[in-house]
Nanobody, 115 residues
Framework: QVQLVESGGGLVQPGGSLRLSCSAS????????MGWYRQAPGKRRELVAT???????NYADSVKGRFTASRDNDKNTVDLQLNSLKPEDTAVYYCYTQKGLRDFWGQGTQVAVSS
């Protein structure tokens, strides 16, 4: 089993920034990729960013240029820097990873963007 714990969500005004962090523990050997999904009220969960052990990243078009994922392979952590936040970024953000054919998820952290 892999356990993922997120932190760093909160309420921010439009144009503001937040940093989310996720720490993996348990059976962490071979986990790859790591990344972030989000789910807004009434909407499906969607991919935000993926980062591989190699450093390769993928981003949703809606966050390109505003969000940046980073990963520390030694510490088994993945962060997401959220800049230029918009109200439509409001969602619960979930950390995730894969090991073999299994997906693992964190409990989620709320990000709210509002004036």
């Amino acid at each position: 089993q892999v356990q993922l714990v997120e932190s760093g969500g909160g309420l921010v005004q439009p144009g503001g920034s937040l940093r989310l962090s996720c720490s993996a523990s348990g059976s962490i050997f071979g986990i790859d990729p790591m990344g972030w999904y989000r789910q807004a009220p009434g909407k499906r969960r969607e991919l935000v960013a993926t980062i591989y052990r190699s450093g390769r990243t993928n981003y949703a078009d809606s966050v390109k240029g505003r969000f940046t994922a980073s990963r520390d392979n030694d510490k088994n952590t993945v962060d997401l820097q959220l800049n230029s936040l918009k109200p439509e970024d409001t969602a619960v953000y979930y950390c995730y990873t894969q090991k073999g054919l299994r997906d693992f998820w964190g409990q989620g952290t709320q990000v709210a963007v509002s004036s």
